[in-house]
T-cell receptor, first 116, second 113 residues
């Protein structure tokens, strides 16, 4: 399978616990994005990487959230001290950016987080 | 701040009907516009990408148009099928170096057999 894969697909946790999600992008893609989607809403941008560099973070990404892409391949998104408002689908996408050419984003199936 | 609107939120049509899904955006300074399909509990699949310099793109039974100056895009689906039932989202990319997409809330389409 050469698509974007995310693990786990579902995560149920208690309020206050830490959780970590993993995203494996399409292998040759240099850009990786994290989005969050709540029920009935479109995805909202959280952060993105070009290779291993984190280039932008949304104001939605509080201090409890941290994302890494240590070797420019897979990425992790960690949420510390989870709150019920963190319950959402966390989507990862990757793309191949060449110069200023338009890039198509390929999304994974997401990780559904439920905070009890 | 860019805002993307998709109305109505839901649509139900009989099989075989041709239909148009609308998308509007407030800031015309976009780099491109994409239409995505999302099945329940799943990720997004890119359907069509229209560059800001283009007017339309076609793929099979799908045709997307873009009128940047008026801040509108439409997705035309010909001869709809029950398998087209899904949520359709449009998203715009700002001018510049990244693809930080701003999404609409989507239109949930149901095609009745």
């Amino acid at each position: 399978d050469t698509g974007v894969s995310q693990d786990p697909r579902h995560k149920i946790t208690k309020r206050g616990q830490n959780v970590t999600f993993r995203c494996d992008p399409i292998s040759e893609h240099n850009r990786l994005y994290w989005y969050r989607q709540t029920l009935g809403q479109g995805p909202e941008f959280l952060t993105y990487f070009q290779n291993e560099a984190q280039l932008e973070k949304s104001r939605l990404l509080s201090d409890r959230f941290s994302a890494e892409r240590p070797k420019g391949s897979f990425s992790t998104l960690e949420i510390q001290r989870t709150e019920q408002g963190d319950s959402a689908m966390y989507l990862c996408a990757s793309s191949l950016r060449r110069g200023l050419a338009n890039e198509k984003l390929f999304f994974g199936s997401g990780t559904q987080l439920s905070v009890l | 701040k860019q805002e993307v609107t998709q109305i109505p939120a839901a649509l139900s049509v009989p099989e075989g009907e041709n239909l148009v899904l609308n998308c509007s955006f407030t800031d015309s300074a976009i780099y491109n516009l994409q239409w995505f399909r999302q099945d329940p509990g799943k990720g997004l699949t890119s359907l069509l990408l229209i560059q800001s310099s283009q007017r339309e793109q076609t793929s099979g039974r799908l045709n997307a148009s873009l009128d940047k100056s008026s801040g509108r895009s439409t997705l035309y689906i010909a001869a709809s099928q029950p398998g087209d039932s899904a949520t359709y989202l449009c998203a715009v990319s700002p001018s510049g170096a990244n693809s930080k997409l701003t999404f609409g809330k989507g239109i949930t389409l149901s095609v009745r057999p």
